[in-house]
């Protein structure tokens, strides 16, 4: 394959995929020209690595050993670090986020908000931390840094500070999915838990936008929701995810999943029109006395087709005449 190719690198990782298919997830991670083996032990790890070898010689694959490391308890993979504790910010980029001075411009909150934004999975509800911040950024308004900015701005830094950690998750065990829904933001965070201890494996979190910021509470919920399983399909996948949100909504669409139901949008008014009309004439239930009173109920339409009329007549034992 030419180098320049827009496709190159799908078409590369296509590949791999096919040529490791048989390894991926378990103790080996291929991700275009890197490829990690991994392993609790030192008998697993030489295993590993032979698996790797087998395959890499059977498919005429070549390594550069200037490039090749072994042994090693952390390392830099995707501009992250693999160590014992999980999956690490690379302290490079903290360190480059925590030096930042306040921003003077709109340019220079730019800078910082993408700097954030990369490690944005290592933050817990930083969309709605960032909110002073991205107020900043509306066009045709005078640049404005105000106290909120600035507590929000030491917040994030002080997060980054903190060399966040996220833990990979094991097999067999479910992910919890909590949500979390503001009026200027949704966010969520995947954990799992061991040994009674809640250990956080991703978060995500979205800024809303226009009307997404009128969506009802729980609209609002079911997009966090429909967010994380977009940018968490493989844990949706491979996991039990039980969603951390309860209440009177999802216990009726619980109930509602054994009906094939499809939702559609709302058609003719003349259908809406209808079922409006129903509900207002509906009767309502009259309280009957005790000195015999009756009630006659008279009503009717007419048009270019026709006519007709309607008489309902209630006494003290309830409807004789309809």
């Given at each position: 394959?030419?180098?320049?190719?827009?496709?190159?690198?799908?078409?590369?990782?296509?590949?791999?995929?096919?040529?490791?298919?048989?390894?991926?997830?378990?103790?080996?991670?291929?991700?275009?020209?890197?490829?990690?083996?991994?392993?609790?032990?030192?008998?697993?790890?030489?295993?590993?690595?032979?698996?790797?070898?087998?395959?890499?010689?059977?498919?005429?694959?070549?390594?550069?050993?200037?490039?090749?490391?072994?042994?090693?308890?952390?390392?830099?993979?995707?501009?992250?670090?693999?160590?014992?504790?999980?999956?690490?910010?690379?302290?490079?980029?903290?360190?480059?986020?925590?030096?930042?001075?306040?921003?003077?411009?709109?340019?220079?909150?730019?800078?910082?908000?993408?700097?954030?934004?990369?490690?944005?999975?290592?933050?817990?509800?930083?969309?709605?931390?960032?909110?002073?911040?991205?107020?900043?950024?509306?066009?045709?308004?005078?640049?404005?840094?105000?106290?909120?900015?600035?507590?929000?701005?030491?917040?994030?830094?002080?997060m980054m500070a903190a060399s966040p950690v996220l833990t990979r998750p094991k097999p067999g065990m479910p992910l919890c999915?909590?949500?979390?829904?503001?009026?200027?933001?949704?966010?969520?965070?995947?954990?799992?838990?061991?040994?009674?201890?809640?250990?956080?494996?991703?978060?995500?979190?979205?800024?809303?936008?226009?009307?997404?910021?009128?969506?009802?509470?729980?609209?609002?919920?079911?997009?966090?929701?429909?967010?994380?399983?977009?940018?968490?399909?493989?844990?949706?996948?491979?996991?039990?995810?039980?969603?951390?949100?309860?209440?009177?909504?999802?216990?009726?669409?619980?109930?509602?999943?054994?009906?094939?139901?499809?939702?559609?949008?709302?058609?003719?008014?003349?259908?809406?029109?209808?079922?409006?009309?129903?509900?207002?004439?509906?009767?309502?239930?009259?309280?009957?006395?005790?000195?015999?009173?009756?009630?006659?109920?008279?009503?009717?339409?007419?048009?270019?087709?026709?006519?007709?009329?309607?008489?309902?007549?209630?006494?003290?034992?309830?409807?004789?005449?309809?």
């Open positions: 394959m030419p180098f320049g190719l827009k496709n190159a690198g799908a078409t590369y990782q296509l590949l791999m995929d096919k040529i490791f298919g048989g390894i991926l997830g378990e103790n080996v991670e291929v991700y275009v020209d890197d490829t990690v083996a991994k392993s609790q032990g030192t008998g697993e790890h030489c295993k590993a690595l032979g698996r790797v070898f087998c395959i890499q010689r059977e498919h005429r694959l070549r390594l550069n050993p200037n490039k090749c490391s072994f042994g090693v308890r952390a390392g830099k993979f995707l501009g992250f670090m693999l160590t014992e504790r999980g999956i690490e910010a690379n302290p490079e980029k903290c360190q480059e986020i925590t030096n930042v001075r306040s921003p003077r411009s709109v340019k220079e909150v730019q800078q910082f908000m993408g700097k954030v934004t990369a490690l944005a999975r290592f933050i817990s509800k930083v969309a709605e931390m960032s909110t002073p911040l991205f107020a900043t950024l509306k066009k045709g308004g005078r640049f404005m840094w105000t106290d909120e900015c600035e507590e929000a701005f030491l917040r994030l830094k002080a999915l909590y949500i979390s829904v503001s009026d200027t933001a949704i966010s969520s965070t995947l954990i799992q838990e061991e040994d009674g201890e809640q250990r956080p494996v991703y978060f995500t979190n979205k800024v809303l936008q226009g009307p997404e910021k009128r969506y009802q509470k729980i609209e609002k919920a079911s997009l966090a929701v429909v967010m994380a399983s977009r940018h968490l399909r493989p844990y949706f996948q491979n996991f039990s995810i039980i969603p951390n949100l309860a209440g009177r909504m999802v216990a009726w669409s619980i109930q509602l999943l054994e009906f094939d139901i499809s939702f559609e949008r709302r058609g003719h008014v003349k259908a809406q029109v209808l079922a409006d009309f129903i509900n207002e004439l509906t009767l309502e239930d009259r309280p009957t006395g005790n000195n015999g009173e009756w009630y006659l109920s008279v009503d009717g339409s007419t048009n270019q087709v026709g006519s007709g009329a309607g008489v309902i007549l209630e006494g003290p034992e309830g409807v004789l005449i309809e």
